[in-house]
Every structure is written in structure tokens, then in C-alpha cells.
């Protein structure tokens, strides 16, 4: 399930937190619940009415000198250009039209892509709507009034943002290729991975017309099966992004990982797992998508027997938050073991999209209960009447109880190993969903 990416732009000062705060309430904490999950504020999920999308703040790190202002206004609005079915573009009806307000929804305009106008601080709408309409010289149409700190208007500005959702643009979803991301840190080897696989001949296509998104897709062709891999590495317009280079990845990485049905995370291993490479598996992570942890430069490291064994654990400390991820160590230079992750990524997939019978689902429940008693509180004990499938990708359960405050989040992990014993679900989350039942 793709979802539409909707990207900030605006100047300092505008309000753009306040806005995204207001717009991603409290989704953004759930992610403290997962070390090693990124805590900024860069993107966050957003559902309005039946509509979910992903937003992502453009803005970063804001230089103090204002000759520096309109370049760093200029980079967000490529970014957001670059990878944003919709844009949204704040302005201050306090502050009222300045210079780069004109210079970016100029930018903007010449993109083509669609733009919703925000005009925030209009706390009293009354009094702020004859210079609400001033912002009609930008030239990108209706100006729409908001106030993010009083939560005003942000219903009539969210429908306008989710009327350019177009079906086309999900068209992807109709594409039954599994569409694999490559992500990881600079440097890890990741369009050499993508690079030896188009060497050795598999490679119909590159850069597949039609996609809104401005990434590089290359088809890749292994039995006889296409393969469409998105790659995150070309950092394409190096020489002009000069600051916020991690922002600008991990927007890279957030918006390929939408895409994508199995995500591959590269580690160096000459490097070693870091505390970065935790935060970008756990974007993965976050959006129940299959993983597989590609350890690569494999060639590069003496061995012993030991190595691997080292290496593995080392991995599942640092990515303890995921230890169904999947783990194959490569080697870009050799091609060591790239078939077999050709292998790995079909068993992702599948893993994926299993669904497992109600009956063979509750007998295991049961057996598990009568293994482990459920706990209990102030005399009153949990009890799990039924537990069902209903979804996919990534695989999600519901179970009715008695009363959720007494089903702990470690007694939910123990049923899930027990569903995981059975049926392995390697490389891919489980999501479950606990109800009451009276
Ligand atoms: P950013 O730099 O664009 O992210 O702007 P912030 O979200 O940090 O907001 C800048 C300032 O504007 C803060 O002092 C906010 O409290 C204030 N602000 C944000 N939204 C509103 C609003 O709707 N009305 C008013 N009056 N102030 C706001
Ligand atoms: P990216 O930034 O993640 O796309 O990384 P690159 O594919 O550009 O690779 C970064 C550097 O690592 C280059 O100098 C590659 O030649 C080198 N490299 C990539 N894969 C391997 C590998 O499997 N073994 C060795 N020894 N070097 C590799």
C-alpha cells in the first residue's frame, strides 16, 4: 500500500512545526517505543477521513543569516519537487508577501506539481481575511487560511490536499512487480549492488516512465520473474545540497520505502551496524515492510569461523527492535551470494502476503495459553477468546479479550512467537490489534 507523500515548504518562523505537529498529533511518538527509531521530526503519518498520507517537513536546520535564507528555501522546494505527489506551501499572513515568497512558488509553479497555498496565523478570520487574499500575486492559485496553533481551517486545508490524490498517481498499486528499496548510509554499496545485478545481464528496463516520483526504478529479471528495484543512493543533485544532507536521505529513504514492498538494508561490513543504520531500518520498520539486513562488502573482512557468528549478533543487538529481519551477507564486488538474495527477497514477499486459516490460528492460541497462564490484575485474569487474520503486508491480527489493559505487550510478543514457531513470517513485521469482547 503506497501512500501519497505531501511535503512542507515555507520559510522560517512561518509555522510549519506547529503546523506538522497539529497535523501528525500523536503519531509521531509511537516510534519511542522502538530504540534506535528516528525521533525527528521528518516525516509522520496522517490520516484524514479515509485518506492516509505521508508528510514529510522539507525544512531542517534554518540559517541565522538571511542571505542564506532564499538558497536554503530554493533546496527545500527541490526536495519537496523531488520526491512530493503534493506540496504545501506555508506563508504568515502576520509577516505578510516577501521577496522568497515570490522566488519559491515561482519554483514551485514551474514544477507542475500541485500546490496547496496555506496562509497560517489566521487566528481571528475575520480580521485577517482582506490580507489573506494578498497571497492571490503568488500566482498559485487560492490562498488558504489556517491557524496551526488553534487548529483552524486545517479540515478545509486537508481536503484540498487530498483532492489531488489521483488514482493514477497510486497507479503503481495495479503493477503486480514487486518493487524493492535499497537503502542504507552513504557508501555501503548500494548502487554497487544495484549495478551488479544490471551486469550480469538481468536488466530490461531503467527508469520506468510514468512514475510521479523523480526515482531511478531499474527492472531487474531473475527466473524469469521482473523485479522492479528503487534505488536511493544517486544523490543527483550533490552540488547543490550543501546542508542537511541526512535530512535530505532520509526523505529519500522514507519516500522509497512507501514504495516498496520488501526493503533491503545494506551495512558496511568493514564498518560494521551503527546507530544510523538502526534509524534508517526502523523507517522500514515503522511501515511493516519486509526486511532483509544485506550485510555487503563481505570480501573486504578477514574471517574465522567466528565472523559471521559475531557479525549476527552484533546485528541483532543494534536492531533488537527487529528480530525478524531477515540477514544475508554480499559482496557487490564478487557478486557473492546476490542470487541468493534474489531468493531471500521472493521468501519476503511471500511471507508477506500469507494468511493464515481462523481455525489453525486459534489452535495455536489455545495451546499457547494452556502453555503460559495470561496474566492478571487485582484478581481479575486475562482471557483471549479469538484470535483472526485480516491483512496483509504487512500480516495483521486481531484478538478479542476480556479486557485490554490486561493484555501486557509481552504476552502479545509471546503469542506472536508462537504464530512465528509455526509459521516462520521471516522478514516481515506482525501487526496485532487487540480488542474487547464482552
Ligand atoms: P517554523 O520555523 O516554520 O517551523 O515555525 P514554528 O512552528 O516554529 O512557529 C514559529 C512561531 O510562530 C512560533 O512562535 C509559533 O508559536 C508561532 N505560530 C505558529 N502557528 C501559529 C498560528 O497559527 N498563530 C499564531 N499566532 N502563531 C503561530
Ligand atoms: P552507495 O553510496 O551506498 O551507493 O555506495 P557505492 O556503491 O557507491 O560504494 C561505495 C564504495 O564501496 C565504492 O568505492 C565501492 O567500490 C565500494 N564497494 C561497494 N561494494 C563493495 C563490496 O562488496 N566490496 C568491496 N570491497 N567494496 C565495495
Same mark, same amino acid.
Given at each position: 500500500?503506497?501512500?501519497?507523500?505531501?511535503?512542507?515548504?515555507?520559510?522560517?518562523?512561518?509555522?510549519?512545526?506547529?503546523?506538522?505537529?497539529?497535523?501528525?498529533?500523536?503519531?509521531?511518538?509511537?516510534?519511542?517505543?522502538?530504540?534506535?527509531?528516528?525521533?525527528?521530526?521528518?516525516?509522520?503519518?496522517?490520516?484524514?477521513?479515509?485518506?492516509?498520507?505521508?508528510?514529510?517537513?522539507?525544512?531542517?536546520?534554518?540559517?541565522?543569516?538571511?542571505? &542564506?535564507?532564499?538558497?536554503?528555501?530554493?533546496?527545500?522546494?527541490? /526536495? !519537496?519537487?523531488? =520526491?512530493? @505527489?503534493? %506540496?504545501?506551501?506555508? *506563508?504568515?499572513?502576520?509577516?505578510?508577501?516577501?521577496?522568497?515568497?515570490?522566488?519559491?512558488?515561482?519554483?514551485?509553479?514551474?514544477?507542475?506539481?500541485?500546490?496547496?497555498?496555506?496562509?497560517?496565523?489566521?487566528?481571528?478570520?475575520?480580521?485577517?481575511?482582506?490580507?489573506?487574499?494578498?497571497?492571490?500575486?503568488?500566482?498559485?492559485?487560492?490562498?488558504?487560511?489556517?491557524?496551526?496553533?488553534?487548529?483552524?481551517?486545517?479540515?478545509?486545508?486537508?481536503?484540498?490536499?487530498?483532492?489531488?490524490?489521483?488514482?493514477?498517481?497510486?497507479?503503481?498499486?495495479?503493477?503486480?512487480?514487486?518493487?524493492?528499496?535499497?537503502?542504507?548510509?552513504?557508501?555501503?554499496?548500494?548502487?554497487?549492488?544495484?549495478?551488479? &545485478?544490471?551486469?550480469?545481464?538481468?536488466?530490461?528496463?531503467?527508469? /520506468? !516512465?510514468?512514475? =510521479?516520483? @523523480?526515482? %531511478?526504478?531499474?527492472? *531487474?529479471?531473475?527466473?524469469?520473474?521482473?523485479?522492479?528495484?528503487?534505488?536511493?543512493?544517486?544523490?543527483?543533485?550533490?552540488?547543490?545540497?550543501?546542508?542537511?544532507?541526512?535530512?535530505?536521505?532520509?526523505?529519500?529513504?522514507?519516500?522509497?520505502?512507501?514504495?516498496?514492498?520488501?526493503?533491503?538494508?545494506?551495512?558496511?561490513?568493514?564498518?560494521?551496524?551503527?546507530?544510523?543504520?538502526?534509524?534508517?531500518?526502523?523507517?522500514?520498520?515503522?511501515?511493516?515492510?519486509?526486511?532483509?539486513?544485506?550485510?555487503?562488502?563481505?570480501?573486504?573482512?578477514?574471517?574465522?569461523?567466528?565472523?559471521?557468528?559475531?557479525?549476527?549478533?552484533?546485528?541483532?543487538?543494534?536492531?533488537?527492535?527487529?528480530?525478524?529481519?531477515?540477514?544475508?551477507?554480499?559482496?557487490?564486488?564478487?557478486?557473492?551470494?546476490?542470487?541468493?538474495?534474489? @531468493?531471500? %527477497?521472493?521468501?519476503?514477499?511471500?511471507?508477506?502476503?500469507?494468511?493464515?486459516?481462523?481455525?489453525?490460528?486459534?489452535?495455536?492460541?489455545?495451546?499457547?495459553?494452556?502453555?503460559?497462564?495470561?496474566?492478571?490484575?487485582?484478581?481479575?485474569?486475562?482471557?483471549?477468546?479469538?484470535?483472526?487474520?485480516?491483512?496483509?503486508?504487512?500480516?495483521?491480527?486481531?484478538?478479542?479479550?476480556?479486557?485490554?489493559?490486561?493484555?501486557?505487550?509481552?504476552?502479545?510478543?509471546?503469542?506472536?512467537?508462537?504464530?512465528?514457531?509455526?509459521?516462520?513470517?521471516?522478514?516481515?513485521?506482525?501487526?496485532?490489534?487487540?480488542?474487547?469482547?464482552?
Amino acid at each position: 500500500m503506497s501512500k501519497p507523500i505531501v511535503a512542507i515548504v515555507g520559510r522560517p518562523n512561518v509555522g510549519k512545526s506547529t503546523l506538522f505537529n497539529a497535523l501528525a498529533g500523536e503519531k509521531i511518538s509511537i516510534v519511542k517505543d522502538h530504540p534506535g527509531v528516528t525521533r525527528d521530526r521528518i516525516y509522520a503519518d496522517v490520516t484524514w477521513l479515509t485518506n492516509q498520507f505521508t508528510m514529510i517537513d522539507t525544512g531542517g536546520i534554518e540559517p541565522e543569516s538571511k542571505d &542564506l535564507m532564499l538558497s536554503h528555501m530554493r533546496q527545500q522546494a527541490e /526536495i !519537496a519537487i523531488e =520526491t512530493a @505527489d503534493v %506540496i504545501m506551501f506555508i *506563508v504568515d499572513v502576520r509577516q505578510g508577501l516577501v521577496d522568497a515568497d515570490f522566488k519559491v512558488a515561482d519554483m514551485l509553479r514551474r514544477s507542475g506539481k500541485p500546490i496547496v497555498l496555506v496562509v497560517n496565523k489566521v487566528d481571528n478570520f475575520d480580521k485577517f481575511m482582506p490580507d489573506v487574499y494578498e497571497f492571490y500575486n503568488l500566482g498559485i492559485g487560492d490562498p488558504h487560511p489556517v491557524s496551526a496553533s488553534s487548529k483552524l481551517g486545517l479540515g478545509d486545508m486537508l481536503d484540498e490536499v487530498i483532492k489531488f490524490f489521483r488514482p493514477e498517481d497510486m497507479a503503481e498499486e495495479e503493477d503486480e512487480r514487486p518493487r524493492i528499496a535499497i537503502v542504507g548510509k552513504p557508501n555501503v554499496g548500494k548502487s554497487s549492488i544495484i549495478n551488479k &545485478l544490471i551486469g550480469e545481464d538481468r536488466v530490461i528496463v531503467s527508469d /520506468i !516512465a510514468g512514475t =510521479t516520483r @523523480d526515482a %531511478i526504478d531499474t527492472t *531487474v529479471k531473475y527466473h524469469g520473474k521482473e523485479y522492479i528495484f528503487i534505488d536511493t543512493a544517486g544523490l543527483r543533485r550533490k552540488n547543490k545540497i550543501t546542508e542537511d544532507l541526512e535530512r535530505y536521505s532520509i526523505i529519500r529513504t522514507v519516500t522509497a520505502v512507501e514504495r516498496a514492498d520488501v526493503v533491503v538494508l545494506v551495512i558496511d561490513a568493514s564498518e560494521g551496524v551503527t546507530e544510523q543504520d538502526a534509524k534508517i531500518a526502523g523507517i522500514a520498520h515503522e511501515r511493516g515492510k519486509g526486511i532483509i539486513v544485506a550485510v555487503n562488502k563481505w570480501d573486504a573482512i578477514e574471517k574465522d569461523d567466528k565472523t559471521i557468528y559475531k557479525h549476527t549478533n552484533k546485528i541483532k543487538e543494534v536492531l533488537a527492535f527487529m528480530p525478524y529481519a531477515e540477514m544475508i551477507f554480499v559482496s557487490a564486488l564478487t557478486g557473492q551470494r546476490l542470487n541468493k538474495l534474489f @531468493d531471500l %527477497i521472493e521468501q519476503v514477499i511471500q511471507n508477506q502476503n500469507l494468511r493464515i486459516a481462523t481455525g489453525v490460528l486459534n489452535e495455536i492460541m489455545t495451546e499457547a495459553v494452556a502453555l503460559q497462564q495470561p496474566p492478571s490484575d487485582k484478581g481479575k485474569r486475562l482471557k483471549l477468546f479469538y484470535i483472526t487474520q485480516v491483512a496483509v503486508k504487512p500480516p495483521t491480527f486481531v484478538i478479542f479479550v476480556n479486557d485490554k489493559s490486561l493484555m501486557h505487550f509481552s504476552y502479545t510478543r509471546y503469542i506472536e512467537n508462537k504464530i512465528r514457531e509455526a509459521f516462520g513470517f521471516a522478514g516481515t513485521s506482525l501487526k496485532f490489534f487487540i480488542r474487547e469482547r464482552k
